[in-house]
């Protein structure tokens, strides 16, 4: 082994993993985490430019050091899918949520099947503001949940992909929290559950650190 695959920071040595990682991605959203910062970055932007590449794809980065409140999500949120102006809320007519279901079309080209979210340094915002955070998971989830088993508009499949660090980790092991529960509305009840049926939002925890071994 060499020197640099040693190193507390060193690159993922794993070849042509991405392939394996988005088989994960068929039937689940993913919470990928390492203790290295470069390697997050590696694996959140290979796998970023490898789904890119797939056909009918799209991939909407958000990029977490600059995601810090609700005003900052929207900010990257409409610059990353196409739609009418966003509110800055989650649910009703204009919010974020009916932002996520919506899908460009171009006349002659085939509508995008697949849309992907890649959210670099998730943690960040779980740590400033958990509630906000849990909100917003719940949304992506829910949206896509809806539209596989709810929504009569031709098929769009979303997938979130959360990288982060040993505290992001932490909370994907959390039984109660946004990766493995629905939030509960003001009744409640969870709503994305009353909707969709589905108990609790499909989560993979996904080690990158297995990548560099």
Known sequence: MSALSRQPDSPLLVADWQPEVTQHLEENHLVATSDFPGRRLQFATSLGQFLGMQRDTEVCPFYGRFITDLESFCYQLERAVPGPLLDRRIDGPGGIAALLR???????KPATKFRYYIWHDADL???????LFAKLVDALCGVAAEAE?????LL?????V????????????DESGPF????ADEFGEPFWRVVTGIQNPPFLTYSIDTLAK
């Not at 899908?103 to 002659?108: A, K, L, S």
């Not at 769009?156 to 979130?160: A, D, P, V």
């Not at 982060?164 to 994907?172: D, R």
């Open 102 to 108: 919506n899908r460009m079309t171009v006349r002659g």
């Open 125 to 131: 915002l779980f740590k400033l503001q958990p509630d």
């Open 149 to 153: 088993y709810v929504s009569d508009d």
């Open 156 to 160: 769009l499949i979303h997938r979130s």
């Open 162 to 173: 959360f990288v982060g660090g040993p505290s992001l980790h932490e909370v994907a092991q």
């Open 180 to 183: 493995r529960s629905w939030l």
